[in-house]
């Protein structure tokens, strides 16, 4: 993961508001509408703990309800213009990305190229084993599930020059719990999305960043990327640079200081590609394309997959995944119990193939007063924090996109939830206002 408010006229300075839909007519319509937006833009400046930028969307029974932008994409400190968040506003959604792979995975999958049982080892073209547990095979199934006994203490990206296999044959010991086998432990892990990347890559002769293309983004018409250098210059132009007001890879926060930037920033120059990439051999590693963090996409875009999964894998009339493909994914694998794993502060109660699931019950619901149960992922890295979040029974949805903050979240509390207080009232609100329309006061 840990890749983890004035009034309506501040919104003026903050950035732009641009609902493209209607709201439901139990909000109220328009002043369903003007409510949510004060409460967002008042979210994204509270003296409190700021947001440089914020993108959102909702859908209700499947159809896109409210979107809103708040806030600024890049922020000048004066030297540069400012450029407002808009609804096509990219950003590198942080651990949202995994579920995104995991799609890219399930389509290989269904069409027989890789089983969720197998070894790994036989997809990766060398023998991966915990040298704890040297004949307890990994199998994708343990990746997905955060359950394979890798860890992320020694590193989970290195240069394309660098071979996955050299790194983890024999393996640094800090790679692997020597207390845990494959199956047995819940620890969250970046590297194991490196390993399915890398797999994906390997069996189908695909660079990663071009292979998710052609698998999940094209198909759904989206523009983004997990490789920036790749991406066109009308969309890069769109990019939001992630910020915090501390310096970059420290702990020490300045609130009355400037916002900073911790990646994206391409105000003075277009993103380079990972170096190497012209003789990059595709199923050697593909960390630097981050399978696990990576992804560069827009609120909307994201909308889209998020409405074909609702639609059972269709999308625009035809059909990317079949039903029962999605069925498996998202059914539960893992449920924390207090002796199988370790929750991160209650950040993860359940799993399945590659998503997070929420379960509407204290401590653990994304929204105060309970009532949205959902399946999906959340992320937060390089101030960024991210949620997607939908109920595939009743077909509502949230998304949600806020590019850094202005102090420590870890002191922005939630109430109910392992959340920042600031991500709880964002959820709160797109909830009350757009999928129940009938507002509480905060």
């Not at 051999?281 to 909308?303: D, E, K, Q, Y």
């Amino acid at each position: 993961m840990n890749e983890r408010r004035r009034s309506l006229l501040g919104m003026a300075l903050a950035g732009a508001v641009e609902p493209l839909f209607a709201m439901p007519a139990a909000s109220g319509t328009q002043a369903g509408r003007q409510a949510l937006d004060a409460e967002l833009a008042a979210i994204v400046n509270d003296p409190a703990l700021q947001l440089a930028s914020l993108s959102v969307l909702a859908i209700r029974a499947g159809q896109p309800v409210y979107e809103g932008a708040f806030g600024r994409r890049h922020i000048g400190n004066g030297a540069l213009p400012d450029k407002p968040a808009t609804l096509d506003t990219l950003y590198r959604i942080a651990s949202i990305s995994k579920m995104m792979t995991t799609l890219g995975l399930m389509r290989l999958v269904e069409a027989g190229r890789m089983e969720l049982d197998a070894d790994v080892s036989n997809y990766l073209g060398f023998r991966l084993r915990n040298p704890h547990f040297p004949d307890r095979p990994i199998t994708l199934r343990t990746l997905l599930t955060h359950r394979s006994s890798l860890r992320d203490e020694a590193g989970y990206s290195w240069p394309l020059a660098t071979s996955l296999k050299d790194v983890l044959v024999p393996g640094d010991p800090k790679s692997w719990s020597n207390r845990a086998g494959p199956g047995d432990w819940f620890t969250y892990c970046n590297l194991g999305w490196g390993v399915i990347g890398t797999a994906m890559e390997r069996v189908t002769g695909e660079r990663f960043d071009l292979l998710m293309g052609r698998l999940l983004l094209q198909p759904l018409g989206i523009t983004a990327g997990y490789n920036p250098s790749l991406l066109p210059p009308a969309a890069l132009e769109k990019l939001a640079t992630l910020y915090r007001k501390r310096t970059v890879d420290t702990e020490i926060w300045n609130p009355d200081g400037p916002w900073i930037p911790q990646v994206d920033d391409y105000s003075g120059k277009p993103p380079a590609p990972p170096a190497g990439i012209a003789t990059y051999v595709p199923g050697t590693n593909a960390t630097p394309f981050s399978p696990t963090g990576g992804l560069r996409i827009s609120a909307r875009g994201m909308g889209v997959v998020m409405r074909m999964l609702m639609n059972g894998g269709v999308h625009e009339n035809k059909r990317l995944f079949e039903r029962a493909t999605l069925e498996r994914m998202f059914a539960r694998q893992w449920t924390h119990d207090g002796t199988n794993g370790d929750s991160l502060g209650g950040f993860f109660n359940a799993w399945g193939l590659g998503n997070a699931q929420f379960p509407d019950r204290p401590g653990m619901r994304l929204v105060e007063d309970g009532g949205f149960e959902a399946v999906g992922h959340l992320g937060d890295a390089y101030g960024l924090r991210s949620v997607f979040a939908f109920d595939p029974a009743r077909r509502n949805g949230v998304i949600v996109l806020a590019g850094g903050v202005s102090s420590d979240p870890e002191r922005d509390k939630g109430r109910y939830s392992a959340l920042a207080r600031y991500e709880e009232r964002i959820l709160t609100a797109l909830y009350r206002h757009a999928i129940v329309g009938n507002p509480a006061p905060t």
